[in-house]
């Protein structure tokens, strides 16, 4: 499913890049971790496409590392935050020391793990956050482990592991993580995946 995703956003990422890179509409999800940032926090950015969460973390004063996958997105993420980090790399597989981040930001990433690598998953993310890190996971409403059209490129298709409500929480939870705080937001724009959003501000176990 990674090479099925990594294939998709290779041919959709100058569009997904136009359509989503000055879109503001999750800025007050973003700002809900950025007040409970210390001043100059280290992020990891997980799947950070091409850029635009991180340029904003970076904008508030915080030391920002991005990663994805997808050659195409980094380097566009490159180009356009030319003062950012960005490496290529897999979220279940990550090359940092234990508890090297204050934070972490998980947006529309999550959704292309497949259900069975979930947890392994969250725990990997977990497992780089130091004790009583933050972190913010953005997800989708919907049917879990289903592939799709892609709406930014006809006749594609696409991977995505989408959550209900209780569903997300159980997750996090079994992944370690304390939830502070949850909720959904519905967006107007109809070339997305569902326009439901699921987001939770977590933190790692003190």
Known sequence: MTKFVEETYRKIANAYTREFFDDVSDTPMIDNLLERLAIKSTVLDIGCGPGQFSQYLMGHGHKVTGIDTSDEMLAIARDKVPTGTFTKMDMRKLVYPDETFDACLVAYSLIHIPSSELLTTLREIIRVMKVGGIA??????????????????????????FFSEDRFKKFLVDGGFDI????????????????TVLFSIVQKKK
Request: charged fraction near 30%; aromatic fraction near 4%; hydrophobic fraction near 40%.
């Open 180 to 195: 502070i705080e949850m909720g959904t937001m519905e967006q107007s724009n109809e070339d997305v995946l569902s326009t």
């Open 136 to 161: 913010l996971f953005i997800v989708q409403k919907g049917d879990a482990d289903q592939i799709l059209d892609e709406p930014l490129a006809e006749g594609e298709k696409i991977f995505v592991n």
